[in-house]
C-alpha cells in the first residue's frame, strides 16, 4: 500500500455495528457475565492465519470501543500479512473484549476476504493495463463497506449505485430497440455529468454503440478472441471492460486482449472469509 485507503464516511456503517451487536448480544453475554469477573482486565492478540490482505480495522475498533476496549492495528487498512503474524492488539475490560470479539471477527474476516479476493486478481493482471473493477453484486447494506475492501485490495470501484452512472444492458437495448437508439435516448434524457456505458456481445455491437456516443463498452462473456477485435475497434475511441466468466484462471488471458478494465462480481459475493483469530495474551486487575 503507498497511502491509506479513505474509510466511508462512519454514517455508511454504524448501522451495520448497530444492528450485529443487536442480533449477537440481545441482553446480554451471558457466558461472560457468568465467567468473568465485572475488574478484570486483559489483552488479546490478532493472530493471521493466512496470507492476506488486513480491512475493517476500524469497524473492529467501533466493536471494541463499545465495550471500553482499545484495538491497536500494526498498519492500516490494505496491509498484508502472513501467518503467524500480529495484524492488531486489543486492551480493556476483559468481559468487554470477549462479549466484542465474534462481531468484530466478522467484519475483519469478510471485509479482508473481499480485500484479499482483489489483491489476488489485482496481482495475476500485474504488468498489463487492466483495472480490476467492482459490480454492485454486493451484501444488502454492506455496499459502501465491501467497495472499499475492493479498493484496499487494489481494485476500482464501477457506479455506486442506480444513480450515479448510466449503464445500458441487454434489457434496455431490448426494451429501447437497438443499441444506437438506447444511447440516442440516454444522451438525451440522463444527466450530462453522467457516462454512458453500453453492455455489447458483439463486434457489431460495440461499433453501433461507439458511433452512437456512448463513452465506454462493456463486453459481455466473450472470448480473448472477440475481446481483442473490440479493443482494437475502439482504441483511441472509448475505453473497454470486460466482464463475465472472470476467473483467477483466466483473468490474465482477459487482461492480455489489452482492455483497460475487467469487472468481477466475484469480488464481492463470492469471496471467502479469511481465517483470522483473536488470541488471548494476559490478564490483569488493574
Known amino acids: 500500500m503507498n497511502s491509506p485507503v479513505p474509510l466511508p464516511p462512519r454514517a455508511t456503517w454504524l448501522g451495520l455495528v448497530d444492528a450485529a451487536l443487536a442480533e449477537d448480544v440481545g ?8 465467567l468473568v469477573p465485572a475488574g478484570l482486565r486483559g489483552s488479546a492478540r490478532l493472530e493471521v492465519r493466512e496470507p ?21 492495528a500494526r498498519g492500516p487498512d490494505g496491509s498484508t500479512y502472513e501467518p503467524g503474524e500480529i495484524a492488531a492488539r486489543v486492551t480493556g475490560p476483559a468481559g468487554g473484549i470477549l462479549t466484542a470479539e465474534r ?27 487492466a483495472e480490476i473493477v467492482d459490480t454492485r453484486k454486493t451484501t444488502p447494506g454492506w455496499r459502501a463497506l465491501e467497495k472499499y475492501a475492493v479498493r484496499c485490495g487494489g481494485g476500482v470501484n464501477h457506479r455506486s449505485g442506480l444513480y450515479d452512472g448510466v449503464l445500458i444492458k441487454d434489457n434496455h437495448i431490448a426494451i429501447s430497440g437497438s443499441v444506437g437508439d438506447a444511447v440516442k435516448r440516454a444522451r438525451a434524457n440522463a444527466p450530462a455529468s453522467l457516462r454512458i456505458q453500453v453492455e455489447v456481445e458483439s463486434e457489431g455491437m ?29 482504441r483511441g475511441r472509448v475505453p473497454t471492460e470486460a466482464t463475465g466468466g472472470v476467473t483467477l484462471t483466466n483473468v490474465a488471458e482477459i487482461a492480455r486482449t489489452g482492455v483497460d478494465r475487467i469487472s468481477i462480481g466475484a469480488l464481492t459475493h463470492s469471496a471467502p472469509a479469511v481465517d483470522l483469530s483473536l488470541e488471548w495474551s494476559e490478564t490483569s486487575t488493574r
Do not use: K
Open 27 to 34: 441482553t446480554g453475554d451471558a457466558t461472560t457475565i457468568a
Open 52 to 72: 492476506l490482505t488486513i480491512c475493517g480495522l476500524e469497524v473492529a475498533r467501533e466493536v471494541f470501543e463499545r465495550f471500553g476496549a482499545d484495538l491497536e
Open 103 to 129: 462481531t468484530a471477527l466478522n467484519f475483519l474476516q469478510r471485509l479482508s476476504g473481499v480485500a484479499t479476493h482483489t489483491r489476488r486478481f489485482c496481482d495475476a493482471v500485474a504488468g498489463t493495463r
Open 206 to 234: 460495440a461499433r453501433e454503440a461507439i458511433d452512437a456516443g456512448a463513452d465506454l463498452i462493456l463486453i459481455d462473456n466473450q472470448p480473448p478472441g472477440v475481446l481483442a477485435q473490440i479493443v482494437e475497434l475502439a
